[in-house]
């Protein structure tokens, strides 16, 4: 969508892409590699990403249920490069052996102190586990992690 600054007369747009992956809640193994994937590309970029925040753009990427979404924000003038910067990361994206496991521990640690967390983080997820087809428990994402 595009829709003209009023205030400050800036010419900025905001851009959302959906990349669908049918397996990618098939399994809770699946689920833990869309959230390294995540993980490892949001570290890949954050250096990139910085500059381009002091420039007025933005970028987002979150998993979702069906895959994961792609959100640009900021300058238009600037967005295809920018957009085209991230997309060329995401076709070649190779980690490193070491961050994936530095990552990987991280996300290790998050899944198992999930249950120190706020009450309301707990109803909110169990809510989401009850009522979504495809979601696993805590737990089953952490039995799902590798050794």
Known sequence: WYKQDDTFLLPKASLKFEFYCPAAFSSPLNVNLLNMFELLVNDSLQ????????????????????????????????????????????????????????LLEEYGRCLENFSAEQPYSHALFYTSLALMDKCFSKDELQQALPS
């Open 47 to 102: 250096e990139y990403s910085y500059n381009a925040q002091l420039a007025g753009l933005s970028y987002s990427l979150a998993r979702t249920t069906y895959g994961f979404q792609l959100s640009v924000g900021g300058y238009n003038e600037k967005q295809p490069a920018f957009l085209s910067e991230i997309l060329g990361e995401i076709e070649n994206f190779k980690p490193s052996q070491e961050r994936f496991d530095i």
